[in-house]
């Protein structure tokens, strides 16, 4: 599986000159970094999933070779890894969450902006977070479908009455869960790529 989780960029902000009609701007500005706070634990998250992620795959590659006893304690590990990932994948939700209940103060904010230019940008902003967030929600519901269908495959490995054809119609069930997990994660990208060039446009304009 590939999972990507990608931080909004921190950027200092320089405060120019006042009395240029940007103070509300700046407001706005140094606001946005209460969700960048929120979301710093994020990238922790990130590495203890891939770090279960790398020895998913390594167990994995054991099961074509197991005999049925070894077969029986690769099931369990395997299930523990899986339950251990759908924890951070709740943890990383929860994180999310409340990243976006920011929105309500930079919305408020927002409305303050005096400039019309400003303002406008300010909203834009606004809503290429929410499709962000929205993004991110979607890689969640995938990663935790494809979960749900690797614990199904795990306890599988288990049972006494293996049959190959079940295990092989689990895994084609799951190259699409894992393809639709590679692609909403590629979306949730795109939505953070596309949230950090406001923000910079916005910089710029208050710094210019």
Same mark, same amino acid.
Do not use: W
């Given at each position: 599986?590939?999972?990507?989780?990608?931080?909004?960029?921190?950027?200092?902000?320089? @405060?120019?000159?006042?009395?240029?009609?940007?103070?509300?701007?700046?407001?706005?500005?140094?606001?946005?970094?209460?969700?960048?706070?929120?979301?710093?634990?994020?990238?922790?998250?990130?590495?203890?999933?891939?770090?279960?992620? /790398?020895?998913?795959?390594?167990?994995?590659?054991?099961?074509?070779?197991?005999?049925?006893?070894?077969?029986?304690?690769?099931? #369990?590990?395997?299930?523990?890894?899986?339950?251990?990932?759908?924890?951070?994948?709740?943890?990383?939700? #929860?994180?999310?969450?409340?990243?976006?209940?920011?929105?309500?103060?930079?919305?408020?904010?927002?409305?303050?902006?005096?400039?019309?230019?400003?303002?406008?940008?300010?909203?834009?902003?606004?809503?290429?977070?929410?499709?962000?967030?929205? #993004?991110?929600?979607?890689?969640?519901?995938?990663?935790?479908?494809?979960?749900?269908?690797?614990?199904? @495959?795990?306890?599988?490995?288990?049972?006494?009455?293996? /049959?190959?054809?079940?295990?092989?119609?689990?895994?084609?069930?799951?190259?699409?869960?894992? /393809?639709?997990?590679?692609?909403?994660? &590629?979306?949730?990208?795109?939505?953070?790529?596309?949230?950090?060039?406001?923000?910079?446009?916005? @910089? &710029?304009?208050?710094?210019?």
């Amino acid at each position: 599986m590939k999972k990507i989780v990608f931080l909004i960029a921190m950027m200092t902000l320089v @405060l120019a000159a006042c009395g240029d009609n940007k103070e509300e701007y700046r407001a706005f500005y140094t606001e946005l970094e209460t969700p960048i706070n929120v979301e710093s634990d994020i990238q922790d998250i990130s590495s203890e999933y891939d770090a279960l992620e /790398a020895d998913k795959r390594s167990h994995q590659e054991e099961v074509n070779t197991a005999d049925r006893e070894r077969l029986t304690e690769l099931s #369990a590990t395997l299930l523990e890894n899986t339950e251990n990932r759908a924890s951070l994948v709740d943890d990383e939700r #929860a994180i999310m969450e409340e990243s976006a209940s920011s929105l309500d103060t930079l919305r408020e904010l927002a409305a303050d902006i005096p400039v019309e230019d400003y303002q406008t940008d300010a909203d834009a902003l606004i809503e290429l977070m929410e499709a962000r967030y929205t #993004a991110h929600g979607e890689m969640m519901d995938a990663t935790e479908e494809m979960l749900e269908k690797e614990l199904e @495959l795990f306890t599988t490995y288990g049972n006494d009455d293996l /049959a190959q054809d079940q295990i092989d119609a689990l895994l084609d069930e799951l190259s699409e869960l894992y /393809a639709n997990v590679n692609e909403t994660s &590629d979306s949730y990208h795109e939505s953070t790529a596309a949230v950090n060039e406001k923000r910079s446009e916005i @910089l &710029d304009t208050i710094n210019n």
